[in-house]
Nanobody, 127 residues
Framework: QVQLVESGGGSVQAGGSLRLSCAAS????????IAWFRRGPGKEREGVAT???????SYADFVKGRFTISQDAAKNTLYLQMSSLKAEDTAMYYC?????????????????????WGQGTQVTVSS
């Protein structure tokens, strides 16, 4: 049974950093495409970053240069290192997985492509 459990969220001041974790079970993270999405207050869920089974990464423009996605196969865990946080980064952050080994950078951000979802972890950035 595939399960994704996020952790690491919290409250931070603008300019600060946080590292989110997503512990996966039921499948090896290196064999799936994995992504982080977020949903801010009054907004739709949006893609933040993704990493595929080859380790290729893609990022939303609004986090490029500030966020880094990575995975640890030994721990079967996905990470999102977030730096230079802004108030607009405030959102519930979700981990998602797809059995597709590679998802094009053109449409990885489509919510419908992702089969498995975690429950989310809240990030609040105060200005």
């Amino acid at each position: 049974q595939v399960q994704l459990v996020e952790s690491g969220g919290g409250s931070v001041q603008a300019g600060g950093s946080l590292r989110l974790s997503c512990a996966a079970s039921g499948f090896p993270v290196k064999s799936y495409s994995i992504a982080w999405f977020r949903r801010g207050p009054g907004k739709e869920r949006e893609g933040v970053a993704t990493i595929d089974s080859d380790g290729t990464t893609s990022y939303a423009d609004f986090v490029k240069g500030r966020f880094t996605i990575s995975q640890d196969a030994a721990k079967n865990t996905l990470y999102l290192q977030m730096s230079s946080l802004k108030a607009e980064d405030t959102a519930m952050y979700y981990c998602a997985a797809s059995r597709q080994k590679r998802i094009s950078f053109l449409w990885w951000w489509l919510v419908s492509l992702w089969e498995y979802w975690g429950q989310g972890t809240q990030v609040t950035v105060s200005s």
